[in-house]
Antibody, heavy 119, light 111 residues
Framework: QVQLVQSGTEVKKPGASVKVSCKASGYRFNDYGFMWVRQAPGQGLEWMGWVSAYNGNTNSAQNLQGRVTMTTDTSTSTAYMELRSLTSDDTAVYYC????????????WGQGTLVTVSS | QSVLTQPPSVSGAPGQRVTISCTGSSSNIGAGYDVHWYQHLPGTAPRLLIYGNSNRPSGVPDRFSGSKSDTSASLAITGLQADDEADYYCQSYDSSLSASAFGGGTKLTVL
C-alpha cells in the first residue's frame, strides 16, 4: 500500500532553514510527483509547490519563490522541502502528498511535520 | 486572499443535505482546470474526497458528490452524519499564478 512518512517535529530560530523529508513506499517512485502543503495555526491549507520525481521539475507558490527548494532522491524514494529565512509566519504543520502534476490532486498524504519558528 | 472563494461556514442537521461552494474565475475553474475537494480534521492529514470535479476515490461514500459549472464548483453532502463535521477545502490550478491554490476552507457544523 502507498505510504508517505515524514520527518519529525522541528524547532528553529528566526532566520534559520528547515528541511522536511517525505519517504515514499508502495509504488514506483518516479511515476508521481509531490505536492507540499502547509497549515499555520488557525489558518487554512496553503499550497506551497510541486516537484516531479521523474525529472526534478518544480512549480512553487509565488509568495515562497526564492525561499523554498523542493527536491527528490530516487535512490531513497524520498522527497524534500527546504524553507530558508524562516520567520514566525512559517510556523505551521507541513504536509507532503503524492500528486501527478502541478495542477493535480493529492491522493496519499504524509502524517504532517510541525515546524515551530521561535526565538 | 485565495483566488478560490468558499463560505467560511455551513451547517445542517443529521440526515440533511448541505452544499459547499467554491467560486473562482476565468483563470482557474473557468479556464477548465479541474477542481478537487478535501476533508480535513484537526491533527490529521487531509483526505481526498473528490478529484477531477466529480470523481470519488475508492472508499469515499457516495453521500459525497462534486460538480462544476462555469467559474464555480460545489461539494454536496447528503445524509449528514456527526463525523462529517470537519473543514472542507477546494483546490484548483490558476494560470495567472502558474500554481495551484486552495480555497479558504469551509467549516461544516452538524447541528
Amino acid at each position: 500500500q502507498v505510504q508517505l512518512v515524514q520527518s519529525g517535529t522541528e524547532v528553529k530560530k528566526p532566520g534559520a532553514s528547515v528541511k522536511v523529508s517525505c519517504k515514499a513506499s508502495g509504488y514506483r517512485f518516479n511515476d508521481y510527483g509531490f505536492m507540499w502543503v502547509r497549515q499555520a495555526p488557525g489558518q487554512g491549507l496553503e499550497w506551497m509547490g510541486w516537484v516531479s520525481a521523474y525529472n526534478g521539475n518544480t512549480n512553487s507558490a509565488q509568495n515562497l519563490q526564492g525561499r523554498v527548494t523542493m527536491t527528490t532522491d530516487t535512490s531513497t524514494s524520498t522527497a524534500y522541502m527546504e524553507l530558508r529565512s524562516l520567520t514566525s509566519d512559517d510556523t505551521a504543520v507541513y504536509y507532503c502528498a503524492r500528486s501527478g502534476y502541478p495542477y493535480s490532486y493529492g491522493h496519499y498524504w504524509g502524517q504532517g511535520t510541525l515546524v515551530t519558528v521561535s526565538s | 486572499q485565495s483566488v478560490l472563494t468558499q463560505p467560511p461556514s455551513v451547517s445542517g442537521a443529521p440526515g440533511q443535505r448541505v452544499t459547499i461552494s467554491c467560486t473562482g474565475s476565468s483563470s482557474n475553474i473557468g479556464a477548465g482546470y479541474d477542481v478537487h475537494w478535501y476533508q480535513h480534521l484537526p491533527g490529521t492529514a487531509p483526505r481526498l474526497l473528490i478529484y477531477g470535479n466529480s470523481n470519488r476515490p475508492s472508499g469515499v461514500p457516495d453521500r459525497f458528490s462534486g460538480s462544476k459549472s462555469d467559474t464555480s464548483a460545489s461539494l454536496a453532502i447528503t445524509g449528514l452524519q456527526a463525523d462529517d463535521e470537519a473543514d472542507y477545502y477546494c483546490q484548483s490550478y490558476d494560470s495567472s499564478l502558474s500554481a495551484s491554490a486552495f480555497g479558504g476552507g469551509t467549516k461544516l457544523t452538524v447541528l
